[in-house]
């Protein structure tokens, strides 16, 4: 009996194992400043199968997780791969992202919770 419910235990808890080292980056988060675009701060939704950025609808991808950065590996608009990477530091989500001109750009974040994503999405 008692190995049936260690057996039990550790099932529930291998999500949590297998996601430890990039479980930070799941949940809500704000930009730090206005986006240039749109001069409104915006809100990063980051699941454990996709991210939202803002009122766009959820993209399907997956996570790759390299040193100290994890890779949102993803096909974007026209079918073109493309890589955000993702870097925590100082409880902050720094967010690398390929431009239109081809440089990359980065867009800093901090954590929210779901009740203050949802005034920022209506």
């Not at 590996?73 to 902050?92: A, E, H, R, S």
Request: charged share 25%; net charge neutral; hydrophobic share 40%.
């Amino acid at each position: 009996m008692r190995n049936i419910l260690i057996a039990i235990a550790v099932f529930i808890f291998i999500p949590n194992v297998v996601f430890a080292s990039s479980d930070d980056i799941f949940g809500f988060w704000i930009s730090e400043t206005a986006l240039p675009s749109t001069g409104k701060k915006e809100v990063l939704i980051i699941k454990h199968d996709s991210f939202q950025e803002g009122k766009q609808p959820p993209i399907e991808c997956k996570f790759q997780k390299n040193d100290d950065n994890t890779v949102i590996d993803f096909t974007g608009p026209f079918g073109v791969n493309l890589k955000y990477i993702v870097t925590l530091k100082d409880k902050k989500l720094f967010l690398d992202f390929p431009t239109a001109t081809g440089n990359r750009s980065q867009q800093s974040y901090i954590r929210i919770n779901e009740e203050k994503a949802q005034l920022y999405l209506k």
